[in-house]
């Protein structure tokens, strides 16, 4: 059973910074990209940042200069430092991963469970 569990979340206040960790485990034969995604209160989850496993990464407008993502491939770990934090950054943040389990062989992508990020001003 493949699971992506979430750390790092928390009360922050304006101008802060956190970083959250996202850590794959179960049966994995590879990991394609990761990413990370948010979804605040009444809006629809969007995009933060993404990472192939060839360190070639995305970001959101909203986030660059700010948002840093990277992995751990030896770890199968992706994380996101968020820096100059602001209060539109208050929202639950997911983990996302295109991933192969052992069995059955074929990608699909996977979800963590969601940590929450709150800005205060």
């Known amino acids: 059973q493949v699971q992506l569990v979430e750390s790092g979340g928390g009360l922050v206040q304006a101008g802060g910074s956190l970083r959250l960790s996202c850590a794959a485990s179960g049966s994995i034969f590879s990991i394609d990209a990761m990413g990370w995604y948010r979804q605040a209160p009444g809006k629809q989850r969007e995009l933060v940042a993404t990472?192939?496993?060839?360190?070639?990464?995305n970001y959101a407008d909203s986030v660059k200069g700010r948002f840093t993502i990277s992995r751990d491939n030896a770890k199968n770990t992706v994380y996101l430092q968020m820096n100059s934090l602001k209060p539109e950054d208050t929202a639950v943040y997911y983990c996302?991963?295109?991933?192969?389990?052992?069995?059955?062989?074929?990608?699909?992508?996977?979800w963590g469970q969601g940590t929450q990020v709150t800005v205060s001003s």
């Open positions: 996302n991963a295109l991933l192969t389990p052992a069995w059955p062989r074929y990608n699909k992508y996977y």
């Open positions: 990472i192939t496993r060839d360190d070639n990464t």
